[in-house]
């Protein structure tokens, strides 16, 4: 066989870039920002809102798109403060169904029905339209189905986006994780690996620290992911503790025995001025760059 220098050339390049893991897919920013702005152009989608139905059709056209297979877990919630009977709904998109080897990726759908921490009286009672809170872990899961239905994942994978996160009071934990933890009661099969809570990661000026339960709890897994995001060269993973933070993969653990962490960056300020939970949670206050952070660090786990 008789190569010229330029084909040889190129076929040292391609076998390059196969000993550089080029198997490895790349995750769009860009692409899982749009996933963000499209949510909050629905409004809010607080349970029992038009936004929250139109968001839930739109979200279950995706993911079939995308998933090998979606599932639909609806159930009611009857709220005995307000006396509302709540209809929420879990979409459970897998890949690779038949997989025991599974992991489970999750964020929730649903945004906050009062913008209670607002400096401005008048707004605390308006639902919030949750960019960061709520859209953000989506995005990130939507851009991940498109990358796995593209790139079969090596595991089986499982992509919920839990209903009814954020719908409590400050401080009454019964009404908040309603969606989770239905899913965690009614649980049955073959346990995932582990799983993974994606919620407000989409912060323009991220910073994930380690969120406490989950290191307490999970420290191994939370060595991986940060591993992963150091080789995914994903700097706003930091190497140090944050605050305990009361979210979704409490529900898995403790109702379904779920390995489970939570990544999170709950310093959601700017210039000193809280955004969480106040009409100020806008697509501005986000960004591509850590939408794409986040996306790439959980590809290298996945493909790893
Ligand atoms: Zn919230």
Known sequence: M?????????FLFVLTL??????????DGDSAFGYLVKQCDFGPRNPGSRGHKNTLNYLLTEMRTFADSVKVQKFSHFDKRTGISLDL???????KVSDANRVLLAAHWDTRPRSDQDKMPSKRNQPLLGANDGASGVAVL?????VFSENPPPVGVDLILFDGEDFGEEGDLDRYFLGSRHFAKNFTGQKPKWAIIIDMVGDAELELPIERYSFERNKKLVEKVWDAAERAGASQFKRRLGSYVQDDHLMLYEYAGIEAIDIIDFDYTRGGINLWHTSLDTPEMCSPASLAAVGRTLIELIYE
């Open 2 to 10: 008789k190569l010229s220098v330029s084909a040889m050339l190129s």
């Open 142 to 146: 939507l851009e991940l189905a498109k």
């Open 89 to 95: 709904t879990n979409i459970i998109a897998s890949f």
């Open 18 to 27: 196969f000993s550089c893991g080029g198997n490895k897919p790349d995750f």
